[in-house]
């Protein structure tokens, strides 16, 4: 594949693997302490496979990919969710070699109701869509102003910042921490926090 | 018959499960165990549990037993491989995953059809033990 391709997949993996202890000690304060791990499972067979799809420059092939890797490697939830995401995001992404404003618009968009659906979740419930709806809003919001792909990068993320902030001040109502209702207040939701340093990795490589 | 998937996050917790139900099962009884990850950890696959499915499905459909939750969003991630027909003849039962496994057989060796077997799966909830 394109070594843009690769390498853009390898930097959001490794930010990954390099926070599963941040990521696990999340979750262990509101779940069963495994989303670090889970996670840098998944991405270290991600890695694992990128290696056997160097002359793919189909971005929507690779993606799927990563969405097929993630779902039978990360083990927990976010397997299927982030799993979904990958899958979902990866049509309008299919034939491309390059992606514009509107492109990752659409793959946003699809991502979030591939979670949406599997999850059986919206915002506001203290899971990753609190972190990927706003950064999806905060996207579209500098597409229709005709910002470039980081500027509106640049929005996604600080969008998501803010919803792992937001995470916080909630209780949880889906998934482990659900269980621990009123107790689940006061800590950052780990799903939020790994989607929003994914997208953090991915605009600090573009920008490079 | 109606076959029968166990999914569990333990590779144990899902072949131990299908010992104990072999023991009421009649001899035809598909039940396939899917459980754990590839590499022996703890977590559910959904490739896995697709080719459980369709391993368990000998033309009645499948009855799909589960622990906890991500167990059934692997599932549900595993329906979207399966193809349309077989997909139409595939349910979660909401049900505990070991007792909802036995009453789930003993309702297919009757040879009853997938809603009667979720039916009586899902009526272990309800079990007294004591």
Request: charged content about 20%.
């Amino acid at each position: 594949m394109s070594g843009d391709l690769y390498e853009v997949i390898s930097a959001v993996g490794e930010t990954i693997i390099g926070n599963r202890q941040m990521l696990t000690d999340l979750d262990a304060a509101i779940g069963d302490g495994d989303h670090g791990i889970n996670m840098a499972r998944g991405f270290e067979a991600v890695k694992a496979k990128l290696q056997t799809l160097e002359t793919e420059s189909d971005i929507g092939k690779v993606l799927k990919t990563v969405g097929m890797t993630l779902i039978s490697s990360v083990g927990g939830a976010a397997g299927p969710l982030y799993g979904t995401a990958f899958l979902r995001a990866a049509a309008p992404s299919q034939g491309k070699t390059e992606l514009d404003v509107e492109t990752i618009g659409l793959m946003l968009e699809a991502a979030i109701a591939g979670i949406k659906e599997r999850g059986k979740a919206t915002t506001g419930e203290k899971t990753m869509l609190d972190a990927l709806v706003p950064a999806y809003e905060a996207f579209q919001d500098g597409a229709k102003t005709g910002k470039s792909v980081i500027e509106c990068l640049e929005l996604a993320c600080e969008a998501a910042k803010q919803g792992v902030e937001f995470t916080k001040t909630i209780i949880a109502t889906k998934g482990r921490a659900s269980y621990l209702g009123e107790r689940s207040r006061g800590h950052q939701d780990p799903g939020a926090t790994s989607s929003y340093i994914m997208l953090k990795a991915l605009l600090e490589h573009l920008r490079r | 018959m109606v076959g029968v998937v166990i999914v569990s996050h333990s590779q144990k917790v899902a072949e131990g499960i299908r010992e104990m139900a072999m023991q009421m099962s009649a001899p035809e009884q598909k039940i396939i165990a899917a459980g754990g990850m590839a590499d022996g950890g703890i977590g559910t696959d959904a490739f896995q549990v697709s080719e459980a499915i369709i391993s368990a499905n000998t033309g009645d459909g499948v009855a799909v037993m589960v622990d906890l939750g991500s167990a059934v969003l692997s599932t549900e991630t595993a329906f979207e491989f399966l193809d349309e027909e077989l997909r139409a003849k595939v349910q979660i039962a909401d049900a505990p995953i070991l007792e909802g496994a036995i009453s789930a057989v003993v309702e297919a060796s009757l040879g009853s059809a997938l809603a009667a077997v979720i039916a009586t799966a899902e009526g272990a909830r309800t079990l007294n033990k004591m």
